[in-house]
């Protein structure tokens, strides 16, 4: 198999919000075609590991590089997908998807093909011609995360993409979503509070520790590729969760105190 590359690499890095610690010193990399997940915590810097790493903020110490350069600001290969992201209500699915086509000045007709081939993808096909208001939460993300892929991106960066979904809904958007995964060549952050969303996704999960958010270990996801809903009931899954949770349990403990 080929080396993969390098496309994010961050060196004690660090981020202070006056007086508060909020993140670091902290090391991280994540190679092109990579699939790591973050857990940790409420509160120990998930979010703003991940503003860092988008541009959107700068750090206090260490280096960020993103695709071998260091960072300086936002890119345009970097895609972004939040909690509740935003979608044009003005604009049916089709459009929406084709938007970032569309702005690129990529002609009509290739940009619906594109649009049609990343809606099958995540499982939108007959929904092509409705409006943001008429589909559900779970839906709705659907269409963020086709627009993210429309990009091309190098990058993705998801701040707990399914966090306002209810239980059951989230659970298969992840399973959704693993269908789409395993075709990626560009690197991707996520960031979750589920274990078991982490667990079924990703190459490699990064267990945070109470603020300041440091890196406290990682469990490599050893399931083979490409996965699908029955690795949650293997052995090998049932060990990382139980791995990582024991991890956390601790780290959890510890935010809930600071809290109070
Ligand atoms: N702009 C800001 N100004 C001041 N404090 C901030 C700012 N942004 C974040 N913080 C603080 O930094 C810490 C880390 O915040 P962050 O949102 O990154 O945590 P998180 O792990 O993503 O939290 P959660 O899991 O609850 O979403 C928190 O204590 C938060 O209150």
């Known amino acids: 198999m080929p080396a993969r590359s390098r496309i994010v690499d961050i060196e004690a890095v660090t981020r202070q919000f006056g007086e508060l610690h ?3 010193p902290l090391d991280l990399c994540i190679d092109r075609g990579e699939f790591v997940s973050v857990v940790g915590p409420s ?14 903020q700068d750090p206090d110490g260490g280096t960020i590089s993103v695709a071998e350069r260091p960072l300086t600001g936002p890119r345009n290969e970097t895609a972004i997908i939040f909690q509740e992201s ?3 209500p003005w604009r049916t699915v089709i459009d929406n998807v084709a938007f970032a086509l569309e702005v690129r000045g ?3 007709i290739e940009r619906r093909e594109t649009a049609e081939s990343l809606i099958t993808k995540v499982g939108l096909t007959g929904f092509e011609k409705h409006f943001p208001t008429q589909l559900s939460g779970g839906m709705r993300q659907r269409v963020a995360i086709a627009r993210c892929l429309s990009m091309d991106p190098d990058l993705i960066l998801a701040d707990e993409p399914f966090g306002a979904l209810d239980e059951q809904t989230r659970l298969l958007m992840a399973f959704e979503l693993l269908k789409v995964v395993d075709d990626l060549t560009c690197g991707v952050l996520f960031i979750t509070h589920s274990i078991q969303e982490a667990v079924l996704l990703s190459d490699r999960v990064l267990v945070m520790s109470a603020r300041p958010g440091r890196i406290l270990d990682e469990v490599v996801i050893e399931l083979p590729r490409p996965r699908g809903e029955h690795v949650l009931g293997t052995p090998e899954a049932a060990y990382a969760i139980d791995r990582i949770w024991s991890m956390l349990k601790s780290e959890a403990v510890e935010a809930m105190k600071a809290t109070q």
């Open 22 to 24: 909020a993140l670091g």
């Open 43 to 56: 509160g120990c810097g998930k979010s703003t590991l991940l503003e860092l790493i988008a541009g959107l």
């Open 106 to 108: 990529v002609p009509k």
């Open 86 to 88: 935003a979608t044009l």
